[in-house]
């Protein structure tokens, strides 16, 4: 029975018995960031399904910006509880399971890496330990402090540079979110109750990172104008994953999917997953690896 606190729907999902490749046996869960959706994955999901996976796009009730409450007070663990539940169902079917998570989407796949052991690899990208990029507000430290003092009518409003580097996807950004409330960065605005959740996430996966154990990817921009490369670093030294990888990008922002360098790091990502299913022991078949289109790199 489906957890009524979440949704989901299947990206082009590939079933074992009507698809072909070589790791039709693996599922890949797609976590967006917080009040996201999931048009910040870009093409990731699409590539993920030319090599044979299974994409689970998980959309998560209070979390997912189709799927706000005003009037519930979100939690981080029953994010973790949706998405922990998700991976029990999921290898009663597969062989092994993955997840690729964005900004606090990467935060929350931390956050159940360190609470499981049944995941083969976790693909970070741009993942959030601490607000400390050089355009967070100097008052935003403050902010705890106000909805902790009862003030929580509030939102965050996302603003230029919108965590894009690219120009013109910047303006096409700044459009869809004044029409429709949100776009491939986001929501438009993120509620106080969201941002208060989402700290004390960060808090606890600060704390519990030695004791995530998956394969571990992380992408980071050096120039991530909402979490300073530190936040990568600091994953990086504390975990207990015995793969563990770093790619630093240079010509892009923090919603890394979608700027400059989006299809290095769709690439990447992807790249990363299959290498983990052929050392997990699956058999590649490099005629179907052969017919895969190369992504072009078009800065």
């Not at 949100?182 to 004390?200: D, E, F, K, N, Q």
């Not at 990172?209 to 120039?223: C, E, F, G, R």
Request: charged share 25%; aromatic share 6%.
């Amino acid at each position: 029975m489906e957890s009524p606190s979440s949704t989901e729907h299947k990206v082009e999902a590939v079933s074992p018995d009507r698809h072909g490749g070589p790791h039709k046996e693996h599922a890949v869960i797609l976590l967006h960031g917080l009040c996201g959706s999931q048009l910040e994955l870009g093409s990731i999901p699409k590539q993920l399904k030319k090599i044979g996976c299974t994409v689970i796009a998980l959309n998560i009730d209070n979390y997912s910006a189709s799927l706000t409450d005003p009037a519930v007070m979100p939690d981080w663990e029953q994010w973790c509880a949706v998405v922990e539940s998700k991976i029990a169902r999921l290898k009663e079917e597969f062989k092994t399971v993955s997840i690729c998570g964005l900004s606090m989407g990467a935060t929350l796949a931390l956050a159940v890496a360190a609470r499981s052991t049944e995941l083969l690899s976790v693909v970070l990208l741009s993942p959030v330990l601490q607000y400390d990029g050089w355009s967070v507000p100097w008052y935003q430290k403050l902010l705890t402090v106000v909805f902790d003092a009862g003030i929580r009518n509030w939102s965050y409003k996302e603003s230029d540079p919108y965590g894009i580097k690219n120009v013109d996807m910047r303006r096409r950004v700044a459009a869809a979110l004044e029409k429709d409330g949100v776009a491939a960065v986001g929501a438009a605005s993120i509620p106080a109750r969201h941002l208060r959740a989402a700290l004390r996430m960060m808090a606890y996966v600060h704390e519990s990172l030695p004791l995530v154990q998956a394969n571990t990817l992380i992408i980071h921009s050096i120039d991530d104008e909402t979490a300073s490369p530190k936040n990568a670093e600091v994953i990086l030294q504390n975990i207990s994953s015995e793969v563990r990888k770093v790619i630093w990008l240079g010509d892009c922002y923090h919603i890394i999917t979608v700027d400059n360098e989006r299809e290095i790091v769709t690439n990447e990502a992807v790249l990363f997953i299959r290498r983990a299913l052929e050392l997990h022991g699956h058999e590649v078949s490099r005629k179907y690896v052969a017919h895969m289109s190369p992504l072009k790199d078009r800065r």
